[in-house]
């Protein structure tokens, strides 16, 4: 045998894209629930599978006979290992159930097996991984580890390092691909898939109520790193699972956005007005904190862009995050708004670092006059500099709030090269027309500025109302 040619090639019949993409149908969930809604006929589910165009289905072993019956052609099959129930006290302690050999014998393309780790059996499901690994290479066999955390002692939300750290130890003990919940952060997952050479796939998570925004948060995954995804009842609990699938198999395969794909699930359910009549989704913009004074600024931004409306991408430098800690007493990432993701200047992988990702624009606020002689000059030297050189060509929005006074030659000369490339110079000088009356009212004035370039509503300011206010010499 030639090295690792069997898995190689078994891994191909399931990567039918040649990409190293796939979706995966877990049908598996009748071990642990019993005839769970969408399982009660095992056949039916796998035919909207394959219908839906999943490339993989997981099921366990007294299953797979029934693929005998089935003319279109097969995806892959993987065998799945592992088990416990809800009926008795140790769901969390997952048993294996079968062997590679006999997945062999009943003709899978490779095998499943879950561990949870941070419980009290996790010693266990880790000797079971690493025999099952061992197995696996003796008889090229692939091997999908579904990797959860599962905190006994807390109900607390699972931290993304410890996903990570889940991710790590199935790929250290032989796994091909690993499914993981998608972590907190979509920063870490773009983290976790760079240091792993086996794909990542994400899982569909708890029952979602609205299909819209499932897709959305899926195809957040996939710009940050994830090959693809293995979900089981947020498909086959739908009401209109084959539908669903096909949308999702077509984000993965043919790079659908999510818009596209919910456009497409409309389609196939024949009611295009709900399309139609619904609201768009979030919009994308890019926030920038460099290493100037001028955090109450940014603080202030982020806290009044609505949350409904407008997804956040928000990168700071190492001085910016600092210097927003000093002069709000609140470290940035530990009051980010729900509808903000945070992103390190060194990530050159973040979706907005390529034009062909869209968005609204980008603001620098507060910006350093080293951040902005860079890119005034088209020297990308991290994330923020980057960012802002795709607005430029994209003819995008740039708006740059420099920091405070006083400003040289070079800085003018800079902020002027700016202006004539397309951005826009919006120094965060208040205005004392509308009388402020406190701090916030001067913050308020400068971000009011910074939200209108976007045409974005807020209540931060009032229009300008000479009947409001006692002009000295006026004749009242």
């Not at 809800?86 to 997952?94: E, N, P, Y």
């Not at 949870?116 to 290479?137: H, P, W």
């Not at 089981?232 to 043919?254: D, K, S, W, Y």
């Not at 040289?408 to 120094?427: D, E, F, R």
Request: with cysteine; aromatic share 4%.
């Amino acid at each position: 045998m030639n090295g690792m040619s069997g898995k190689i090639l078994r891994l191909k019949r399931t990567l039918k894209s040649g990409k190293g993409r796939m979706v995966i149908l877990p049908l598996d969930h009748g071990v642990t629930c019993g005839p769970a809604s969408g399982l009660k006929q095992m056949d039916r589910a796998i035919r909207l599978g394959i219908r839906g165009g999943a490339d993989a289905l997981v099921l366990h072993k007294g299953m797979i006979p029934l693929l005998e019956k089935v003319n279109q052609t097969l995806p892959g099959v993987f065998m799945h290992l592992s088990a416990s129930t809800t009926l008795g006290g140790q769901l969390q302690r997952k048993m294996l159930v079968g062997t590679v050999e006999e997945a062999i014998q009943r003709g899978a393309d490779g095998v499943s097996m879950q561990v949870n780790l941070g419980g009290d059996f996790e010693g266990e499901m880790i000797r079971d991984l690493g025999l099952v690994g061992s197995a696996c290479a003796r008889w090229q066999m692939p091997l999908l580890v579904m990797a959860y955390v599962q905190d006994a002692h807390s109900d607390s939300t699972v931290p993304d390092e410890a996903l990570a750290h889940g991710a790590r130890l199935a790929a250290e003990l032989g796994a091909d691909i690993i499914k993981i919940p998608a972590p907190a952060r979509l920063e870490a997952l773009s983290e976790i898939t760079a240091s792993l050479a086996v794909p990542v796939i994400i899982a569909g998570g708890g029952k979602e109520e609205d299909t819209r925004l499932f897709l959305e948060k899926l195809s957040g995954t996939l710009v940050h790193g994830a090959r693809g995804f293995a979900i089981g009842r947020n498909v086959f609990q739908h009401e209109r699972p084959e539908a669903l699938l096909t949308a999702i198999t077509n984000m993965v395969h043919l790079g659908f956005s999510a818009e596209t794909a919910w456009r497409q699930f409309c389609e196939m359910e024949g009611n295009l007005e709900t399309f139609m009549t619904a609201r768009p989704l979030k919009k994308n913009l890019v926030v920038a904190i460099t290493g100037a004074s001028g955090a109450p600024y940014a603080r202030t931004l982020l806290q009044s862009l609505p949350v409904n409306e407008i997804r956040v991408h928000l990168v700071t430098s190492s001085a910016g995050r600092l210097v927003y800690e000093l002069e709000t007493g609140q470290a940035i990432h530990k009051e980010l708004p729900e509808n903000a993701e945070l992103y390190s200047e060194k990530d050159f992988t973040a979706p907005f670092a390529s034009g062909s990702f869209s968005t609204m624009g980008m603001v620098i606020v507060p910006c350093s006059m080293g951040s902005l002689g860079a890119i005034a000059n088209g020297i990308s030297q991290n994330l923020i500099h980057r960012a802002a050189d795709v607005c430029l060509k994209e003819k995008r929005p740039l708006v740059v709030v420099p920091r405070e006074t006083p400003l040289n030659t070079i800085h003018l000369k800079n902020m002027l090269s700016l202006a004539q490339g397309g951005a826009t110079i919006l120094p965060p000088m208040p205005g004392f027309y509308q009388l402020p009356q406190t701090r916030d009212d001067l913050i308020n004035f400068v971000v009011a500025r910074i939200m209108d370039q976007f045409g974005i509503p807020h209540r931060l300011l009032s229009p300008w109302n000479p009947d409001a206010v006692r002009i000295p010499g006026k004749d009242t």
